[in-house]
């Protein structure tokens, strides 16, 4: 089983739920705030790079989903401010295990890169809010606000 370095959003209802299913599946946890870490562009960049920057972006961040922020329309650099200035607009969780990382929680990917061997994965799509397209509170924020 692998020891992961899980960074999430604390509170975040989603991230509980691949919490679990990483255990479950007998992975251990090193559980760091996406918020706090006191992230860089080399170090964001350690887990951004491999992918098109439309894929750093978390589809659930208010400023992205409502359309403030269009991911496709930004080149990296660009990308990268936003990222660092609000860690929110980061797609999460981001996951490291011996030297490899992941973004997001494709429950395929995962499978295929750590295992998820004895569990019952949900059907349905792991990455996105947990509260889909019904209309809800905003997840708690621990700097006090409220975002996606």
Same mark, same amino acid.
Do not use: Y
């Given at each position: 089983?692998? &020891?992961?370095?899980?960074? %999430? ?5 989603? @991230? ?5 299913? $990483? ?6 946890? %090193?559980?760091?705030?996406? =918020?706090? #870490? ?10 951004? *790079?491999?992918?098109?920057?439309? %894929?750093?972006? @978390? ?9 403030? !922020?269009?991911? %496709?329309? $930004?080149?990296? *650099? ?5 990222? =660092? #200035?609000?860690?929110?607009? !980061? ?19 995962? +499978?295929?890169? !750590? ?7 949900? #059907?349905? @799509?792991? #990455?996105?809010?947990?509260?889909? +397209?019904?209309? &809800? ?9 409220? &975002?996606?």
């Amino acid at each position: 089983m692998a &020891h992961v370095i899980f960074f %999430e959003k604390p509170g975040c209802a989603g @991230n509980a739920q691949q919490k679990a299913l $990483l255990a479950a599946a007998g992975h251990t946890l %090193e559980v760091r705030s996406l =918020l706090a #870490e006191p992230w860089t562009a080399d170090s964001l960049s350690a887990f951004l *790079a491999p992918l098109p920057v439309s %894929e750093w972006f @978390n589809r659930s961040a208010p400023a992205v989903r409502d359309g403030a !922020i269009v991911p %496709e329309r $930004l080149d990296a *650099a660009q990308a990268m401010a936003l990222l =660092l #200035e609000d860690p929110l607009l !980061i797609r999460r969780p981001l996951m490291a295990v011996d030297g490899t990382r992941l973004v997001g929680f494709d429950t395929f990917a995962v +499978d295929a890169w !750590i295992g998820l061997v004895d569990v019952a994965v949900p #059907e349905r @799509n792991m #990455e996105g809010c947990v509260k889909g +397209d019904v209309p &809800h509170a905003a997840c708690p924020d621990p700097k006090g606000a409220t &975002h996606g």
